[in-house]
């Protein structure tokens, strides 16, 4: 009896399920793309990503006929992708799944993150304003929508959409340090402290948020509190705290 790897049973259970379509003997698709998609997670989970893509794409043949099922198929392809850093694959993936559920905001904002690392912003932001627009309460969508409006160095709307956060999501920590680098690199340090201290006492293990404050501290030319952040930083990131020091020598040495 010839024994069959992981890899070669998932091609076998996947040409399986497909001659069976094909007979008319799967009278269930919607149950065999349940099956499947365990089989998918399972893939994903040990790190066989290419099968776990296979078993989605599968998914999508079989559930031809139930458009959100393969549209929820089409997203799992683009989120390996994204974890992957195949970026142009992962939107790919993204926009069929918009093709076939048009109201998901979930697929428009990853779409959004996949052109945003593709340094397509003006293509991201429009894909972020239609996932607002699908769900307001999606959260990461408009916290996106303001990390996209600062790469286009247009920080006033990055100011902008981090206050309506704040204002209607106020243990939202991200937001608050977001808005605080915002208004640090407008040139208004002291205006950005208060906003960092509150992401800390929001999210104390945030190692970044330590980070950032101390690089408004440096724009405020206080080197000293700079260095309490780095201080701080030690326990939680002794790589980020290292970083971080250098960043403080070398703003010393340049006044």
Same mark, same amino acid.
């Given at each position: 009896? %010839?024994?069959?790897?992981?890899? @070669?049973?998932?091609?076998?259970?996947?040409?399986? @399920?497909?001659?069976?379509?094909?007979?008319?003997?799967?009278?269930?698709?919607?149950?065999?793309?349940?099956?499947? %998609?365990?089989? #998918?997670?399972?893939?994903?989970?040990?790190?066989?990503?290419?099968?776990?893509?296979?078993?989605?794409? @599968?998914? @999508?043949?079989?559930?031809?006929?139930?458009?959100?099922?393969?549209?929820?198929?089409?997203?799992?392809?683009? *989120?390996?992708?994204?974890?992957?850093?195949?970026?142009?694959?992962?939107?790919?993936?993204?926009?069929?799944?918009?093709?076939?559920?048009?109201?998901?905001?979930?697929?428009? *904002?990853?779409?959004?993150?996949?052109?945003?690392?593709?340094?397509?912003?003006?293509? #991201?932001?429009?894909?972020?304003?239609?996932?607002?627009?699908?769900?307001?309460?999606?959260?990461?969508?408009?916290?996106?929508?303001?990390? %996209?409006?600062?790469?286009?160095?247009?920080?006033?709307?990055?100011?902008?959409?981090?206050? /309506?956060?704040?204002?209607?999501?106020?243990?939202?920590?991200?937001?608050?340090?977001?808005?605080?680098?915002?208004?640090?690199?407008?040139?208004?340090?002291?205006?950005?402290?208060?906003?960092?201290?509150?992401? /800390?006492?929001?999210?104390? *293990?945030?190692?970044?948020?330590?980070? *950032?404050?101390?690089?408004?501290?440096?724009?405020?030319?206080?080197?000293?509190?700079?260095?309490?952040?780095?201080?701080?930083?030690?326990?939680?990131?002794?790589?980020?705290?290292?970083?971080?020091?250098?960043?403080?020598?070398?703003?010393?040495?340049?006044?």
């Amino acid at each position: 009896m %010839t024994l069959l790897t992981k890899p @070669t049973i998932l091609a076998a259970l996947l040409l399986t @399920t497909l001659a069976f379509r094909a007979t008319g003997q799967s009278s269930d698709p919607i149950r065999e793309a349940q099956r499947l %998609t365990r089989v #998918a997670q399972v893939a994903q989970q040990q790190g066989r990503y290419d099968d776990a893509i296979k078993a989605y794409q @599968t998914i @999508t043949v079989i559930a031809a006929n139930a458009p959100q099922l393969s549209a929820s198929a089409h997203l799992a392809i683009g *989120n390996i992708y994204m974890s992957l850093g195949k970026f142009d694959e992962a939107a790919a993936a993204f926009r069929r799944s918009i093709a076939l559920d048009s109201s998901s905001p979930e697929a428009i *904002n990853n779409l959004r993150e996949a052109l945003g690392e593709l340094k397509q912003y003006l293509p #991201a932001l429009e894909a972020f304003k239609k996932a607002v627009a699908l769900d307001g309460a999606y959260l990461k969508a408009r916290y996106n929508m303001g990390v %996209t409006y600062d790469r286009l160095g247009q920080i006033k709307y990055a100011e902008f959409v981090y206050r /309506i956060l704040i204002r209607d999501y106020p243990e939202f920590a991200l937001a608050y340090d977001s808005l605080a680098v915002s208004l640090s690199k407008s040139d208004r340090p002291r205006e950005a402290i208060p906003f960092h201290q509150k992401a /800390i006492s929001l999210d104390p *293990n945030d190692a970044s948020f330590y980070y *950032n404050l101390a690089v408004s501290y440096l724009v405020l030319g206080d080197s000293r509190k700079a260095a309490e952040q780095q201080q701080a930083l030690r326990n939680l990131d002794p790589v980020m705290a290292e970083h971080l020091g250098a960043v403080i020598a070398k703003h010393s040495a340049v006044k």
